[in-house]
């Protein structure tokens, strides 16, 4: 059997994933999760990491993608327990403690 063609809208890197992620969360929801402790993640995991997979098709077809996030898992310092939408979900919270943390004013 031949593998299932890619997407061309489906995220090939972590990055884009990301990317398309942020483009459709409320900037309250932005706001939240970037204020959000490491530890609590695992939370936004179980609520949105099933969905993250099906989205971007890591089980089925995107194996681009999943690569990445496996070996990102394998040297990420965060604990992703080599879960792949824990990967994700942990790099668009990192990008958001750069964007959309709420910083005490002087």
Do not use: Y
Request: include cysteine; aromatic fraction near 4%.
């Amino acid at each position: 059997m031949f593998p299932k063609p890619i997407d061309n809208d489906l995220p090939l890197t972590i990055d884009d994933a990301v990317q398309l992620l942020l483009a459709d969360l409320p900037l309250l929801d932005r706001t939240r999760l970037g204020a959000m402790e490491p530890e609590e993640l695992d939370w936004i995991n179980r609520m949105v990491g099933l969905q993250i997979a099906k989205d971007f098709r890591l089980w089925s077809g995107n194996d681009i993608l999943l690569s990445a996030c496996l070996e990102a898992a394998g040297d990420s310092e965060a604990g992703t327990d080599g879960d792949p939408t824990m990967v994700i979900i942990h790099a668009m919270w990192k990008k958001l403690q750069e964007t959309h943390v709420l910083r005490p004013v002087k």
